[in-house]
């Protein structure tokens, strides 16, 4: 009788799991976006005879997701354009007369996050690295002068975040995007021929609503 009851209990029990299975796909599609919170900081800002500040401004991005769903660990490749931008402003150090330069920088990059993931409880936790692609970067003068700064085109960055799939399709995350390596920015001012080169330090929160088919 006890065997009886043990053997119905399981075949009951598996019923449930591969029912439960059944209503996971094993790959989803989806979309995604939201807002970004860039915090650009200069490393010994003091450049020659200039000093640099910035004014950090939030942006956004969108793009596509997916999820390959093993058991309770996932992988989830993701393609998102990001769009960032900040206040630069160099004010000359000494006797005054350089001219200051002040500008709006909005920067656009293409990441592609590789996130592995866990579920615990109704959450999501997730890493990985980010692949970075740097385009169109903006300059909006607002001085006589204009600098133009150099960014590199393509780096690699890493993406921790919490997540939850809530009314079953809607996703929700929020993420911080971190460096492997400080960029190097060259900063040109007219009319002079000399490069202020500063290094950067970049903190990035997204959080993010999303859809999966």
């Given at each position: 009788m006890i065997r009886k009851t043990a053997l119905v209990s399981?075949?009951?029990l598996s019923g449930l799991l591969a029912g439960a299975q059944g209503r996971i796909?094993?790959?989803?599609?989806?979309?995604k976006a939201g807002v970004n919170t860039q915090t650009t900081e200069l490393i010994r800002p003091n450049a020659d005879n200039y000093a640099f500040s910035t004014d950090n401004r939030s942006g956004f991005h969108?793009?596509?997701?997916?999820r390959v769903n093993l058991?309770?660990?996932h992988i989830q490749p993701e393609i998102v354009y990001s769009m960032n931008k900040y206040k630069l402003a160099g004010d000359p150090i000494g006797d005054g007369t350089l001219p200051e330069t002040r500008a709006k920088v909005r920067i656009n990059t293409w990441d592609f996050p590789i996130l592995f993931g866990v579920k615990a409880l109704f959450f999501?936790?997730?890493a990985g690295p980010v692949f970075n692609l740097?385009?169109?970067?903006?300059?909006?003068?607002?001085?006589?002068?204009?600098?133009?700064?150099?960014y590199s085109r393509s780096s690699v960055s890493y993406m921790v975040g919490i997540g939850v799939d809530i009314i079953r399709k809607v996703t929700l995350d929020v993420r911080y995007h971190g460096q492997f390596k400080r960029p190097v920015q060259g900063i040109l001012i007219d009319g002079m021929e000399q490069e202020r080169v500063i290094r950067t330090r970049t903190r990035n929160w997204t959080f993010s609503l999303g859809y999966m088919f």
């Open positions: 399981l075949f009951l796909k094993l790959v989803q599609f989806g979309l969108i793009g596509l997701q997916s058991a309770m660990f999501r936790f997730q740097s385009t169109q970067n903006s300059i909006v003068p607002e001085s006589k002068t204009v600098p133009s700064i150099l």
